[in-house]
């Protein structure tokens, strides 16, 4: 029992040993309450918690990752396995709760709870796995397709590429001329990217073919790791399964494989977007981006900015990414709306940069006259959608909102489509802009898939650009939930059947199925099943952010 005053003495320590971290106390915590997860929620004074929480010291405590996992709830709430693997992680409840009443927010001077190790897998997922499963078979359709029925498709815009190379050694005129005699098979970039073709010069037109698709393969690969360490930042690591689903959907899917086949730069350009939105991610500042011991955001930073000197270089890397696709490509300068939205006016200032840069090389490279026949002769005639004048046919590839209002309104000439694109697009891509938190990793997510995904519905886009929807589709598809989940899964296997109707009347006729074929004219006339997956997915991504943009359906 011991004296009175050693009694007393027991009774002021029992207390003051378990006050909050950043009372002064210096007296250490007993054993059995230094080795409680944190999970549970703040260290409070009282005879009650102690036992609670000794009575918990038994259980493992989870590895740290590498930023903090989700937010601990009220002492003495239970909390399920789904709550602390990650569901409020991803939507950012983290900041509620720190500006929530007292009791909910995690005590000053202590550390979040824990979030799963990259290293630990989550619960497989079967309909993720089936739609990256699903793209992969659909490309490799595709490719046997193309080799039996269109062989001469094969490489057919590399040489392209290899002819304006060859001219531009030899020359002759870098736009305006065909080597296949084909009006819109012509050069179509600035100046300047020309002289990444002059290499593959030196080899024969197939073997130089070759080495462009490792080129493209590689492109595809990295993407995938890109891709990867996202997910695993957010402490979604993915077993080995998913991991080789993911590269082999970045790099054989039915998305990919046309850019392969046909020996285009789609792929180089989805690695661009994808580094663009990770590095911008990263740029973000928060917790999870810096690492263990971060300060976290500077609240009176722009989003995007990060606060400091490491988010200033991420964001500007970002910049740049963004910048040299649409340096190639000029649509994918609407990616710069997104970077508004966040704020993110390093990025913007690097983008910009580095396209005044591209075109004043291609000036001094190649002189005024060839700069100005890029814009007349390549850059303009692209910019118009005569196909679509009286109604597209339905044979086209066109993936966009210009498809069925060509059928609907046969009348309207290329500006009132325009304007019509405009009138379906802009409200919902700006709606999801006001619902999302781009603080948080998911609003960060639906807002690149509203920016990437509501670009390619407006312009005239072909099916070969879905490969820029990598980030956000793939880390979508390991991170929704509930409802969103299924509809963005049903989204995502439309978004895979990437047909055209002139194919698909070729292969029911094999069938002797003509009839069928006939009565799916006027569908694939108004819709493909890619602009309806499209259009699926973006009601997927408002049902995530559920009614005030910061709750919804996320794992």
């Known amino acids: 029992m011991g004296s009175p005053r050693d009694r007393r003495r027991r009774r002021r320590r029992g207390v003051r040993d378990h006050r909050p971290r950043g009372s002064g106390l210096k007296t250490p915590l007993p054993e059995s309450v230094e080795t409680a997860p944190r999970a549970f929620g703040a260290l409070d004074a009282g005879s009650a918690t102690i036992a609670r929480r000794e009575r918990r010291s038994d259980l493992p405590r989870p590895a740290r990752p590498i930023g903090p996992g989700p937010p601990r709830e009220r002492a003495g709430a239970r909390t399920s396995d789904a709550d602390t693997v990650t569901g409020k992680w991803w939507l950012g409840e983290h900041r509620a709760m720190d500006e929530g009443s007292v009791g909910r927010g995690p005590d000053p001077g202590t550390e979040p709870g824990p979030a799963p190790a990259s290293g630990e897998s989550p619960t497989p997922r079967t309909g993720t796995r089936l739609v990256l499963a699903a793209g992969v078979l659909f490309g490799l359709v595709h490719l046997a397709y193309t080799a039996a029925v269109r062989p001469g498709a094969v490489a057919l815009d590399f040489e392209v590429y290899y002819f304006a190379a060859e001219t531009v050694l030899a020359g002759g005129p870098l736009y305006g001329v065909s080597p296949v005699g084909v009006d819109y098979l012509v050069y179509a970039y600035p100046p300047l990217t020309v002289l990444a073709f002059l290499p593959f010069t030196l080899l024969p037109p197939f073997v130089a073919y070759l080495a462009f698709t490792a080129l493209n393969l590689a492109a595809g690969l990295l993407a995938a790791r890109l891709l990867l360490a996202y997910l695993d930042r957010y402490g979604r690591g993915l077993d080995r399964v998913d991991r080789a689903l993911v590269y082999a959907f970045c790099t054989l899917s039915v998305h990919a494989m046309p850019s392969t086949v046909f020996g285009q730069v789609n792929l180089p350009l989805a690695l661009a977007l994808v580094a663009g939105f990770s590095w911008l991610d990263r740029a973000a500042g928060t917790d999870t981006d810096t690492g263990i011991g971060s300060d976290g955001p500077d609240p009176d930073a722009p989003d995007g900015s990060g606060g400091g000197t490491d988010g200033g270089?991420?964001?500007?890397?970002?910049?740049?990414?963004?910048?040299?696709?649409?340096?190639?490509?000029?649509?994918?300068?609407?990616?710069?709306?997104?970077?508004?939205?966040?704020?993110?006016?390093?990025?913007?200032?690097?983008?910009?940069?580095?396209?005044?840069?591209?075109?004043?090389?291609?000036?001094?490279?190649?002189?005024?006259?060839?700069?100005?026949?890029?814009?007349?002769?390549?850059?303009?005639?692209?910019?118009?959608?005569?196909?679509?004048?009286?109604?597209?046919?339905?044979?086209?590839?066109?993936?966009?909102?210009?498809?069925?209002?060509?059928?609907?309104?046969?009348?309207?000439?290329?500006?009132?489509?325009?304007?019509?694109?405009?009138?379906?697009?802009?409200?919902?891509?700006?709606?999801?802009?006001?619902?999302?938190?781009?603080?948080?990793?998911?609003?960060?997510?639906?807002?690149?898939?509203?920016?990437?995904?509501?670009?390619?519905?407006?312009?005239?886009?072909?099916?070969?650009?879905?490969?820029?929807?990598?980030?956000?589709?793939?880390?979508?598809?390991?991170?929704?939930?509930?409802?969103?989940?299924?509809?963005?899964?049903?989204?995502?296997?439309?978004?895979?059947?990437?047909?055209?109707?002139?194919?698909?009347?070729?292969?029911?006729?094999?069938?002797?199925?003509?009839?069928?074929?006939?009565?799916?004219?006027?569908?694939?006339?108004?819709?493909?099943?890619?602009?309806?997956?499209?259009?699926?997915?973006?009601?997927?991504?408002?049902?995530?952010?559920?009614?005030?943009?910061?709750?919804?359906?996320?794992?």
């Not at 990414?321 to 997104?338: N, S, T």
């Not at 919902?428 to 609003?443: C, H, I, K």
């Not at 990437?452 to 099916?463: E, K, N, R």
């Open 313 to 555: 270089r991420w964001a500007s890397r970002a910049g740049v990414a963004f910048g040299l696709a649409a340096f190639v490509k000029a649509f994918p300068a609407l990616a710069g709306v997104w970077l508004l939205r966040r704020r993110a006016w390093r990025a913007v200032a690097a983008a910009v940069a580095t396209g005044v840069v591209g075109v004043g090389l291609g000036l001094l490279a190649f002189g005024p006259d060839t700069t100005l026949a890029y814009v007349t002769e390549a850059l303009l005639p692209r910019a118009g959608d005569d196909a679509f004048a009286g109604g597209l046919d339905p044979g086209a590839a066109y993936v966009t909102v210009r498809r069925p209002l060509s059928v609907l309104f046969p009348g309207w000439g290329s500006l009132a489509l325009t304007a019509g694109a405009f009138a379906v697009v802009a409200p919902v891509v700006g709606g999801l802009y006001v619902r999302l938190d781009a603080g948080t990793p998911l609003g960060r997510l639906v807002g690149a898939y509203a920016t990437v995904a509501g670009t390619l519905v407006f312009l005239p886009s072909f099916p070969v650009y879905g490969v820029l929807l990598y980030l956000p589709v793939v880390p979508l598809l390991y991170v929704l939930e509930g409802r969103a989940y299924v509809a963005f899964l049903a989204g995502a296997l439309l978004w895979n059947l990437s047909v055209r109707f002139d194919d698909v009347r070729t292969v029911l006729a094999a069938f002797g199925a003509d009839g069928v074929a006939g009565s799916l004219r006027p569908a694939f006339a108004l819709v493909t099943p890619s602009l309806v997956g499209l259009a699926v997915m973006f009601l997927a991504c408002w049902l995530a952010l559920g009614r005030a943009g910061t709750t919804g359906d996320v794992a």
